[in-house]
C-alpha cells in the first residue's frame, strides 16, 4: 500500500503520497495542498523543504555522510581529480580516460577569454572585492555568446557553454585578483593542467620566471574536489531558481557566485582566517572568543563552525584538517593561526553551547589556513570556493533544464496592512 501522510486543517483531513529517495529519506508531497486546502507551508530558510528531487549529490547530516553520484567524498578527494570529479558530477560517470582526455582538451581550447572582457575588467576600481568581479566578467559572457540566452539550445550548444564555463572561470578568478593587485593579466600557459594554469595566472609577474610548485598544485585540486558540490544549499539553489526561469547558464552561476559571497555561506572561509588573526593579535585567549560567540549580544558567531545539515561532523573539515596538517609539513610553513585553530576546536569541541546545538568546524575552517600557506591571498578565498563550486553549479542547472522543472516561485503569508485608503500628498 502506497504511503500517504495526512494533515488536519482545521478539522478537515487532507492526504499526501510519502515520496522516498534511493537512501531511505522521506519526503510528504504537498504539491495539492493549496488546490485542496487554500492552505502553504511557511518555513522560513527552507529548513524542512525539498526544493527539487535530484540525482547528484548525498549527504547524511547525521551520520557526516557525502556523496557524489555514489562516490563517496574520502575516495573522490584521495584518489579522483578535480576535473574528474567535475565530469561525474555533471554527465553522471566516472569518464574513461579517452573521455576525461578529451573533456580536458575541449577546456583547454576555450581557456582564453574574449579580450573585451579586458576593458570590463579595466573598469573596475583596484579595490573591487575580486568576488564581485567574477560574478560580473561571468554573466558578462551572455553578451559574448548570445546564443547562450537561447532556452532551447540543443545539446551541443549547452555542452560548449560547460566547457567555457570551466575553462574560463580560472582565468576570471585570476585576473580579477591581478586587477586588484594593479598587475597586467596574464594569459593561460594551456601546457599546464587546471590548478597549474591558474596558479600561473595569478602568481606569474612579467620580470620572473615562475615555476608552478606541484605541492601547491596538488593540493589546490584535492581542496576544489572537496567544494565541488553540496546539494541543495544557499548558492547552489540560487543558481537552480535563477536557471528555472529559463536564464542562461552565464546569469544563473553569476547568480550561485553573489549568494556564495556572503560571509554565512562561502565567505565564511575568508572570516575564519580574519577571526583567527583578530585573536592572535588578541593575545590568543581562545576561551573569551569562545565566550563572546556563545553571547547573543556580541553579534559575533564562530566562523567556520556550525552547518545547517551537518549536525554531527563536515566529512570535508575532516579531510582538510588532514590535508592542512601535509600541505604545511610539505611546504615547510608554520602557521600560528593552525595552532589558534586547533586549540579553538579543542576548546568549543568541549563546550555544552556548542555540544547542544551540535556545532562542528564545517568545510570553511580550515581551508583558509590551507590557502593562507599557498599563497592565496585572503580576499581570493572564497573565489577558490567558487571555482571549486562550478561543476556543481552546472551539474545542478543542467539537471534541473533535463528534468524540465517549473520555474521557482515561493508563496509568502502577508503580513502587512489591510486595505486602505489613499490621502493626497497635501493631507498626510
Ligand atoms: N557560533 C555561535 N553560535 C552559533 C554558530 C556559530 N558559528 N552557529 C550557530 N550558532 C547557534 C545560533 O546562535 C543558534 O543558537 P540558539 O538556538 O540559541 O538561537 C543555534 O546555534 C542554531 O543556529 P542557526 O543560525 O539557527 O542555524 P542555521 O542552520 O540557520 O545556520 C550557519 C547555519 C549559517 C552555518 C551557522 O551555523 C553560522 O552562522 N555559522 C558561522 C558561519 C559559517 O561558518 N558559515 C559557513 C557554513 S558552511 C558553507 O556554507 C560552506
Not at 97 to 119: A, Y
Request: aromatic share 10%.
Amino acid at each position: 500500500m502506497a504511503k500517504t501522510a495526512e494533515l488536519i486543517i482545521n478539522g478537515k483531513s487532507y492526504k499526501f503520497p510519502i515520496v522516498e529517495g534511493t537512501e531511505n529519506e522521506i519526503a510528504v508531497d504537498i504539491s495539492t495542498l493549496l488546490e485542496d486546502s487554500g492552505a502553504i507551508t511557511l518555513d522560513l530558510g527552507y529548513k524542512n523543504t525539498g526544493a527539487t528531487k535530484s540525482a547528484i549529490t548525498f549527504l547524511d547530516g547525521d551520520k557526516g555522510i557525502l556523496r557524489h553520484r555514489g562516490y563517496s567524498i574520502e575516495e573522490l578527494a584521495s584518489m579522483s581529480s578535480f576535473l574528474e570529479v567535475s565530469y561525474l558530477l555533471i554527465f553522471g560517470e566516472l569518464p574513461n580516460k579517452d573521455q576525461l582526455d578529451k573533456f580536458s582538451d575541449d577546456i583547454k581550447r576555450h581557456t582564453m577569454v574574449h579580450e573585451d572582457i579586458k576593458k570590463i575588467l579595466d573598469g573596475f576600481p583596484s579595490s573591487s572585492h575580486p568576488m564581485g568581479v567574477l560574478a560580473s566578467m561571468f554573466c558578462a559572457q551572455t553578451a559574448f555568446y548570445p546564443e547562450s540566452l537561447d532556452p532551447n539550445r540543443s545539446a551541443e550548444g549547452v555542452y560548449l557553454s560547460i566547457v567555457r564555463s570551466l575553462a574560463k572561470m580560472p582565468t576570471f578568478a585570476a585576473w580579477a585578483y591581478k586587477n586588484a593587485m594593479g598587475h597586467p593579466v596574464n594569459y593561460p600557459d594551456n601546457s599546464l593542467n587546471y590548478c597549474s594554469r591558474f596558479l600561473k595566472m595569478l602568481y606569474a609577474l612579467p620580470a620572473e620566471h615562475y615555476e608552478v610548485d606541484p605541492i601547491v598544485a596538488s593540493a589546490l585540486d584535492k581542496l576544489l574536489i572537496l567544494h565541488a558540490d553540496h546539494e541543495q544549499n544557499c548558492s547552489t539553489s540560487t543558481v537552480r531558481i535563477v536557471g528555472s526561469s529559463k536564464a542562461s547558464i552565464y546569469s544563473s552561476i553569476s547568480a550561485g557566485i553573489n549568494a556564495l559571497w556572503g560571509p554565512l555561506h562561502g565567505g565564511a572561509n575568508q572570516e575564519v582566517i580574519l577571526m583567527l588573526e583578530a585573536i592572535k593579535k588578541d593575545g590568543g585567549d581562545v576561551e573569551k572568543w569562545i565566550n563572546k560567540a556563545k553571547d547573543k549580544n556580541s553579534g559575533f558567531r564562530l566562523m567556520g563552525f556550525g552547518h545547517r545539515v551537518y549536525k554531527n561532523f563536515d566529512p570535508r573539515a575532516k579531510i582538510i584538517k588532514q590535508t592542512a596538517d601535509e600541505v604545511l609539513g610539505k611546504l615547510g610553513v608554520n602557521d600560528p593561526v593552525l595552532d589558534i585553530a586547533l586549540k579553538l576546536e579543542e576548546v568549543a569541541l568541549r563546550d555544552p553551547y556548542f555540544i547542544e546545538r551540535k556545532l562542528y568546524p564545517n568545510v570553511d575552517f580550515y581551508s583558509g589556513i590551507i590557502y593562507r600557506a599557498l599563497g592565496i591571498p585572503v580576499d581570493m578565498f572564497t573565489v577558490m570556493f567558487a571555482m571549486g563550486r562550478l561543476p556543481g553549479w552546472i551539474a545542478q542547472w543542467k539537471e534541473l533544464r533535463e528534468n524540465k522543472e517549473p520555474i521557482g516561485r515561493p508563496r509568502q503569508i502577508y503580513t502587512g496592512q489591510n486595505l486602505r485608503t489613499y490621502v493626497p500628498i497635501g493631507k498626510r
